[in-house]
T-cell receptor, first 113, second 115 residues
Framework: GENVEQHPSTLSVQEGDSAVIKCTYS??????FPWYKQELGKRPQLIID?????GEKKDQRIAVTLNKTAKHFSLHITETQPEDSAVYFC????????????FGTGTRLKVLA | GAVVSQHPSWVICKSGTSVKIECRSL??????MFWYRQFPKQSLMLMAT?????????EQGVEKDKFLINHASLTLSTLTVTSAHPEDSSFYIC???????????FGPGTRLLVL
């Protein structure tokens, strides 16, 4: 089955700096890769996603890149702000096969003011 | 749009009792609902996938007789934790998708504490 690894587990950056979180997946059939932000005690919120026919997607300060050959994808947050502090999860989803999400282990991002 | 509710948000129960958690899609028909469990400082672990009108598909290691899932309609799925024990204490989150989109919408979660 699918396995998703996520690094780093914790990340501290100064306000205004960039943050990068990386994930790798094992199943080449996975074709949809969402990223979620989860604040303490709350539900995960979708912040950006990418499909396997696209290499990069950007939404204001957030971008995601996908390398299908290497089976890894990354989340990039630029000009970080204290409110970006949260736990971020990547996930892989197989639309045509198992039809389920497998989550990465999470990255606790702390933006220092 | 695309709102998912969960009830209750908090539940405390005695060991050995059963607890039912409801997950509802409020403004769309959910062809598939997912149930996750999340322990403190850990990731979301998929427990089961539920399609309306059919039996749920459980992940390896999840006891189907302990975690009963019913998806009776396109807007409601329930998870019943039977004979709960302290180790079942966790944050349970459901999500729903509407075919053909794969975007999942999460409920707010239910925090279960078994004494």
């Amino acid at each position: 089955g699918e396995n998703v690894e996520q690094h780093p587990s914790t990340l501290s950056v100064q306000e205004g700096d960039s943050a990068v979180i990386k994930c790798t997946y094992s199943d080449s059939a996975s074709n949809y890769f969402p990223w979620y932000k989860q604040e303490l005690g709350k539900r995960p919120q979708l912040i950006i996603d990418i499909r396997s026919n696209v290499g990069e997607k950007k939404d204001q300060r957030i971008a995601v890149t996908l390398n299908k050959t290497a089976k890894h994808f990354s989340l990039h947050i630029t000009e970080t702000q204290p409110e970006d502090s949260a736990v971020y999860f990547c996930a892989a989803f197989d639309v045509s096969g198992t039809y389920k999400y497998i989550f990465g282990t999470g990255t606790r991002l702390k933006v220092l003011a | 749009g695309a709102v998912v509710s969960q009830h209750p948000s908090w539940v405390i129960c005695k060991s050995g009792t059963s607890v039912k958690i409801e997950c509802r899609s409020l403004d769309f028909q959910a062809t598939t609902m997912f149930w996750y469990r999340q322990f403190p400082k850990q990731s979301l672990m998929l427990m089961a996938t539920s399609n309306e009108g059919s039996k749920a598909t459980y992940e390896q290691g999840v006891e189907k007789d302990k975690f009963l899932i019913n998806h009776a309609s396109l807007t409601l799925s329930t998870l019943t934790v039977t004979s709960a024990h302290p180790e079942d204490s966790s944050f349970y989150i459901c999500s729903a998708t509407q075919a053909p989109s794969e975007t999942q919408y999460f409920g707010p979660g239910t925090r279960l504490l078994v004494l």
